[in-house]
């Protein structure tokens, strides 16, 4: 038999309440009264008129708190950007998207960022997130511990970075050792002007340091000459 998909319409009701209205669909749908919660499951997935859409395994969504939760194989897209995680929550009103496990979040110039946590505020379009992986699309890779994402102004900032540009980055073992790299206290990659900034770096070969240097800026890979 084919399957039935339930269908249920549920609304946000403030101020922006067009914007905030999501459909949600599955294969199926249980509404729990008492405790004012939705709780989808099977291909489950969300759409507003904003077309922000959330796909998930299993999606919940709490009525009083505005909140909508997903568990298993999630993903948050619209017009902007796609996020990816094992399970994130979305605050409908405050627009704040808190991601955990293997997250993926790719922006609208194809700039990929990975983390482990990821917190984002579509109103400020500001997030940080930790063990951050970064792959550019002017060539460039990073990796921090812990870093902010300015999307509005188009800038990485890490701490306690790592930098390089060689496409290949791991040796035999899996380790992260490219040809070279610039190790820093602090970079700030600003994709609006195609320079990197790095304070406090080690420049290195392999996993040597050669040369450090308090402050130094370069362009990004994705320029010819400056």
Known sequence: L??????????????????????????????????????????ASALNNDGKKITS??????????????????????????????????NINTKILNAIGNVTFTDKDKNKFFFS????????QKGNGTDVKAKTSDGSYLQSKNGILDNKNKKIKLNNGEFTSCSKITNERGEFCPSWSLKSKKIINDNKNKTVTH????????????????YITHPDPSVKRR
Do not use: R
């Open 2 to 43: 084919k399957k039935i998909f339930l269908i249920f319409f549920f609304y946000i009701l403030n101020g922006n309440a067009l914007s905030n209205e999501f459909e949600i669909k599955a294969e199926k749908v249980n509404y729990q009264n008492t405790q004012g919660k939705i709780i989808a499951q099977g291909n």
């Open 57 to 90: 395994n299993k999606i919940i969504y709490f009525k009083k708190k505005g909140i909508i939760q997903t568990l298993g194989n999630s993903k948050f897209t619209d017009d902007e950007k796609i996020l990816t995680a094992d399970k994130f929550s979305y």
């Open 117 to 124: 946590k990821f917190t984002y505020n579509e109103l400020t």
């Open 199 to 214: 304070k406090h770096a080690f420049f290195k070969i392999k996993k040597l340091p050669i040369l450090y240097t308090p």
